[in-house]
């Protein structure tokens, strides 16, 4: 199979040009969860010519009910490492680097290395979020950062919006805070206007064995459906691959 018929409906669409721009344009997607996963597919499957995968994590059994990795036979492998084997499949030609490290404020000169066009933050994590965000705005990068898709059943409600214009989500709340006593104020993100829904007692022996963790910044474990996160995934993707080139 030919390049130029992998992704002849794509060229038929956005032309020939810009599918030699996607080819050379470089995105780095940080966190490879339910959101980050598919952003990091569709970005594939559009024709980026180069990705880096970051995620320090791997494919557990939670992780089948929504993230595109994530099989009985992936459980147990690096998610960084099992993305790339997806990408290289779907894309022989894409340069990939997959770092199986947690980003934070000292893995970060290694992963934010040029040359990058764009960064895809989808860490649940608050410190990471805003260390990756600051990062990327005081070197010029473009970054568009996933908020809340935890404990939310309907896609529909959806939104690509600037920060500042976000309501209910509460992980976009504190965000909103953060970021503006650092002197941030704009800030490109997917969130959702859906009412987080109340956990729900489980059942299940194993969700009620996990241990929901300590550290500042961090939420406790939600909820999560196969819809939101795939969702928001891709509409990150649209939007990282309309910025680069150029259109609406």
Do not use: W
């Not at 996933?146 to 404990?151: D, I």
């Amino acid at each position: 199979m030919s390049r130029d018929e992998a992704f002849s409906r794509s060229e038929l669409l956005l032309g020939s040009a810009a599918l030699e721009r996607l080819a050379r344009s470089s995105v780095a997607v940080v966190g490879i969860g339910g959101v980050g996963s598919y952003a990091a597919e569709a970005l594939a499957r559009a024709g980026v010519g180069r990705l880096v995968l970051v995620d320090h994590d791997r494919v557990e059994a939670s992780n089948l009910n929504r993230q595109i990795l994530a099989l009985r036979s992936t459980l147990g492998r690096l998610k960084a490492e099992v993305m790339a084997e997806r990408i290289l499949d779907i894309n022989p030609a894409c340069e990939v680097l997959a770092l199986a490290e947690r980003y934070d404020a000292s893995s970060a000169g290694r992963i934010l290395r040029p040359p990058l066009s764009y960064v895809i933050d989808a860490i649940d994590t608050v410190s990471s979020k805003i260390d990756l965000i600051l990062r990327c705005r005081e070197a010029g990068i473009p970054v568009i950062s996933s908020m809340g898709a935890g404990n939310k059943l309907d896609p529909s409600r959806l939104e690509l919006v600037d920060l500042g214009e976000t309501r209910i989500c509460p992980l976009a709340r504190i965000m909103r805070k953060e970021l503006r006593r650092r002197g941030l104020k704009s800030l490109k993100v997917v969130y959702s206007r859906e009412v987080p829904r109340e956990a729900v007692e489980s059942d299940s022996a194993v969700a009620a064995s996990v241990e929901v963790p300590a550290a500042r910044g961090r939420r406790s474990v939600p909820g999560s459906s196969p819809f939101v996160p795939a969702a928001a995934g891709l509409l990150i993707a649209s939007a990282v691959v309309r910025d680069i080139l150029g259109v609406d």
